[in-house]
């Protein structure tokens, strides 16, 4: 018999609600979606991989200290759902300082990071890069090269980050969300290898 799916409480409820507030004017870079929606996608995907309710909700907060406030923000959320669900936003956050580290510097960090993490950080951190991943593919597919200008990285450097994302998730789990982001990465490489490649003489 499976393990019995979580019971959503009203702390869900209000995350989302707090969560949708927090990010009411961000927008997805370079689409225009709503930032929520990315919210949401993760949180389910958390959901969806055995996460419980702490989980689905931290995921809904993943990117609140990065994006909206720093550790102020951390604080709030500490004060509304608690010592779990503050500890796991903390830990999927590559920075809660303004201005933000170096990005490379920022990169190479959160990849260790990954590897002192528990099995719910890297659920939920696996489960937001699945998304983003998809979601760089998906536009890709739409704007082809252009995409690039919407990172901070270069094509080079972000290509190399979710590779190394896939690879820190595939050593250390969580499966199958891993093992999705291993065959999502290696698609993109595949789209993206002809422009890559020198012109020939």
């Known amino acids: 018999m499976g393990?019995?799916?979580p019971r959503l409480s009203e702390r869900f409820e209000e995350a989302l609600q707090f969560a949708t507030q927090l990010h009411a004017g961000q927008?997805?870079?370079?689409?225009?979606?709503?930032?929520?929606?990315?919210?949401?996608?993760?949180?389910?995907?958390?959901?969806?991989?055995?996460?419980?309710?702490?989980?689905?909700?931290?995921?809904?907060?993943h990117d609140a200290v990065e994006d909206q406030g720093g550790r102020p923000t951390l604080e709030r959320i500490r004060?509304?759902?608690?010592?779990?669900?503050?500890r796991l936003v903390e830990s999927c956050s590559d920075s809660d300082s303004v201005p933000k580290p170096p990005w490379a510097e920022r990169k190479q960090r959160y990849l260790a990071h990954l590897r002192q993490a528990d099995e719910r950080v890297r659920r939920i951190s696996c489960a937001d890069k699945l998304h983003n991943a998809r979601c760089v593919l998906a536009d890709y597919r739409q704007v082809g090269e252009d995409l690039w200008s919407r990172f901070t990285g270069s094509r080079a450097q972000t290509l190399w980050y979710y590779r190394?994302?896939?690879?820190?998730?595939?050593?250390?789990g969580p499966r199958p969300l891993a093992e999705e982001l291993a065959r999502t990465v290696r698609?993109?490489?595949?789209?993206v290898a002809p422009a890559q490649a020198p012109p020939s003489a």
């Open 3 to 5: 393990q019995e799916p």
């Open 27 to 61: 927008r997805r870079k370079g689409s225009g979606v709503p930032y929520v929606s990315h919210l949401l996608a993760v949180s389910a995907l958390v959901l969806e991989h055995g996460g419980e309710e702490d989980e689905a909700i931290a995921a809904l907060l």
């Open 79 to 86: 004060q509304r759902f608690g010592e779990t669900v503050a």
């Open 164 to 172: 190394a994302l896939a690879d820190t998730f595939m050593d250390l």
């Open 187 to 191: 698609e993109l490489e595949d789209l």
